[in-house]
Nanobody, 115 residues
Framework: VQLQASGGGLVQPGGSLKLSCAAS????????AAWYRQAPGKQREWVAT???????RYTDSVKGRFTISGDNTKNTVYLQMNGLKPEDTAVYYC??????????WGQGTQVTVSS
């Protein structure tokens, strides 16, 4: 299974982007998915998680601004990012896994928030 992340780009502060993470196989529909990010010179950090039941969690810094969602029919997970700030600048990585079975990461997509 391969994950393909897309949707990154350059956006002004306050703008929006929607990231997509498409899997070549069926993972999320019976497992979990998450987004992480890594800013220059910093460790990778967890951003948001969704499970197959639709339960979501977010790191405090993105609550109220980011929304994680999934489409089982397309094996795709999304991250809608609104109210972007310069500190959201990072490479965003998606992950899909089934506990105790498998664990897949996407290649990363660059998000740059700058005026």
């Amino acid at each position: 299974v391969q994950l393909q992340a897309s949707g990154g780009g350059l956006v002004q502060p306050g703008g929006s982007l929607k990231l997509s993470c498409a899997a070549s196989g069926t993972i999320f529909s019976s497992g979990n998915a998450a987004w992480y990010r890594q800013a220059p010179g910093k460790q990778r950090e967890w951003v948001a998680t969704i499970n197959s039941g639709g339960f979501t969690r977010y790191t405090d810094s993105v609550k109220g601004r980011f929304t994680i969602s999934g489409d089982n029919t397309k094996n795709t997970v999304y991250l809608q990012m609104n109210g972007l700030k310069p500190e959201d600048t990072a490479v965003y990585y998606c992950r899909q896994w089934r506990s105790g079975r498998d664990d897949y990461w996407g290649q990363g997509t660059q998000v740059t928030v700058s005026s």
